[in-house]
């Protein structure tokens, strides 16, 4: 079954412009690099530009776990956008339906 993950991003005021871009260099790199990744939607609140969610769609669990692993996120996530966040919240979903 698929799983989903949503991911909500806090950033800190006046870095949301840097978080969007790094947001847009991790879709390519996910496209490019994780056939696993069925979807990978990046949003950002239209009330709250410090608000972003972003919606993924794994072929498993397994594959969330290895999307974590993989050198664009470490450089990427971890290493760009993290520091630019008061914090960050992650859910993990089985999809029924889709």
Known sequence: M????IARYYVIPGNSK???EALA????RVKADE?????YNA?????NENL???YEVYKDSASIAA???TPHFKEI????????LEKREREIYTQLIG
């Open 2 to 5: 698929n799983a989903v993950l």
């Open 77 to 84: 996530i971890e290493g760009i956008i993290v520091p630019l």
């Open 52 to 54: 972003y969610c972003l």
């Open 18 to 20: 840097a978080v969007g």
């Open 67 to 69: 999307h974590r692993d």
């Open 25 to 28: 260099k991790m879709a390519v």
């Open 35 to 39: 056939p696993a990744c069925l979807l």
């Open 43 to 47: 949003n950002i609140d239209p009330e």
